[in-house]
């Protein structure tokens, strides 16, 4: 009470904030200005923990209004092939967070049908490269913690 009368924000406040302006922003972006955020191009906007995990969201949860997913089988192959190679790019990034790699794990749950259908239908390989990615994840994760586990012993 006395910090709002004193001028004083707290820390969790402005990450709360914060959260919700990304959340906000990614919600509207399409394939193209993700792939444009994860590769740190959009000014004023840099890439955290939150917003890879929001990412994810996007694309594995359901649409409440439309019922849908973001993929749908009958998208084009163009559109598809972005949204693999966003995740692919997620999978290989240096802030991925345990949430986010859950959500890689339900995007390929969720999406094993188009997964399959797109590399039959194109003679690619996203079903191994997409498990290849989450296993690197996995890693990626482990290793930050391991790191962080180091830090506080020696810290």
Same mark, same amino acid.
């Given at each position: 009470?006395? &910090?709002?009368?004193?001028? %004083?924000?707290? *820390?969790?406040? #402005?990450? +709360?904030?914060?959260? !919700?302006?990304?959340?906000?922003?990614?919600?509207?972006?399409?394939?193209?200005?993700?792939?444009?955020?994860?590769?740190?191009?959009?000014?004023?906007?840099?890439?955290?923990?939150?917003?890879?995990s929001e990412v994810m969201k996007k694309l594995t949860t359901e649409d409440e209004e439309s019922e849908q997913r973001y993929l749908?089988? &009958?998208?084009?192959?163009? %559109?598809?092939? *972005?949204?693999? #190679?966003? +995740?692919?790019?997620? !999978?290989?990034?240096?802030?991925?967070?345990?949430?986010?790699?859950?959500?890689?794990?339900?995007?390929?749950?969720?999406?094993?049908?188009?997964?399959?259908?797109?590399?039959?239908?194109?003679?690619?390989?996203?079903?191994?490269?997409?498990?290849?990615?989450?296993?690197?994840?996995?890693?990626?994760?482990?290793?930050?913690?391991?790191?962080?586990? %180091?830090?506080?012993?020696?810290?």
């Amino acid at each position: 009470m006395f &910090d709002n009368l004193f001028g %004083k924000k707290s *820390k969790v406040d #402005d990450e +709360v904030t914060i959260n !919700a302006h990304i959340a906000e922003k990614i919600a509207h972006m399409n394939l193209t200005d993700m792939r444009a955020y994860l590769n740190n191009r959009i000014t004023g906007f840099d890439v955290c923990e939150f917003g890879l995990s929001e990412v994810m969201k996007k694309l594995t949860t359901e649409d409440e209004e439309s019922e849908q997913r973001y993929l749908k089988i &009958d998208d084009m192959d163009t %559109k598809i092939k *972005k949204a693999f #190679d966003i +995740v692919l790019m997620i !999978a290989v990034h240096k802030k991925i967070s345990v949430k986010t790699v859950e959500y890689m794990q339900e995007f390929l749950e969720v999406y094993r049908d188009i997964i399959e259908s797109f590399d039959t239908r194109n003679k690619q390989i996203y079903g191994s490269k997409l498990a290849d990615g989450l296993k690197m994840a996995i890693k990626g994760v482990n290793a930050r913690e391991e790191l962080k586990n %180091k830090m506080q012993v020696l810290g």
